[in-house]
T-cell receptor, first 115, second 114 residues
Framework: NAGVTQTPKFQVLKTGQSMTLQCAQDMNHEYMSWYRQDPGMGLRLIHYSVGAGITDQGEVPNGYNVSRSTTEDFPLRLLSAAPSQTSVYFC??????????????FGNGTRLTVT | AQSVAQPEDQVNVAEGNPLTVKCTYSVSGNPYLFWYVQYPNRGLQFLLKYITGDNLVKGSYGFEAEFNKSQTSFHLKKPSALVSDSALYFCAVRDLTGANNLFFGTGTRLTVIP
């Protein structure tokens, strides 16, 4: 049971480049989300999904796109990278959309640097 | 909107001493509160949660948290700190207005000194 798997672990981009951060979970979780972690700011929610085919914006969605074509996968796309997107990105999932009791399961993160 | 605050960026405690990591919350309605821990180069790991019921919640690795409604606090505690407890700790609150997203505090770095 791998849990939540994120790839790549590290990435360096030049300003203006695009890329996709991959996230996959093997726990059949309905809910998935993307956070970014910046020093002194904690974790901020970028986008989330409550099931296949359903996505919505979080606190800081600008510059990012997501899709959820399957239950397992929830990729995060950077359309045109900017230095302000230098951060550590975490994908997380939980069991069901309507439960307040389900804890989040996190991947190990992707460290992105934009030069 | 729901939010949490962690007033201390850094907490230092000697090994064997009790530790407290502070968290206060602001919610409309009943709070659903969580503590997570992050070790270096890893994702966050769930420690414990308060949904309803007893004000003292027990969690993983000997941690517990005390919910105090009058002070709107949810402090994380442990009776005897270990060096291996050194990590980054996050308090979080569930957003009940939408998809039950979690909103996190800014984190507190705990250092246990041998």
């Amino acid at each position: 049971n791998a849990g939540v798997t994120q790839t790549p672990k590290f990435q360096v981009l030049k300003t203006g480049q695009s890329m996709t951060l991959q996230c996959a979970q093997d726990m059949n979780h309905e809910y998935m989300s993307w956070y970014r972690q910046d020093p002194g700011m904690g974790l901020r929610l970028i986008h989330y999904s409550v099931g296949a085919g359903i996505t919505d914006q979080g606190e800081v969605p600008n510059g990012y796109n997501v899709s959820r074509s399957t239950t397992e996968d929830f990729p995060l796309r950077l359309l045109s990278a900017a230095p302000s997107q230098t951060s550590v990105y975490f994908c997380a999932s939980s069991r069901d959309r309507g439960s307040s009791n389900s804890p989040l399961h996190f991947g190990n993160g992707t460290r992105l640097t934009v030069t | 909107a729901q939010s949490v605050a962690q007033p201390e960026d850094q907490v230092n405690v000697a090994e064997g001493n009790p530790l407290t990591v502070k968290c206060t919350y602001s919610v409309s309605g009943n709070p659903y509160l969580f503590w997570y821990v992050q070790y270096p180069n890893r994702g966050l790991q769930f420690l414990l949660k308060y949904i309803t019921g007893d004000n003292l919640v027990k969690g993983s690795y000997g941690f517990e948290a005390e919910f105090n409604k009058s002070q709107t606090s949810f402090h994380l505690k442990k009776p005897s700190a270990l060096v291996s407890d050194s990590a980054l700790y996050f308090c979080a609150v569930r957003d009940l207005t939408g998809a039950n997203n979690l909103f996190f505090g800014t984190g507190t770095r705990l250092t246990v000194i041998p």
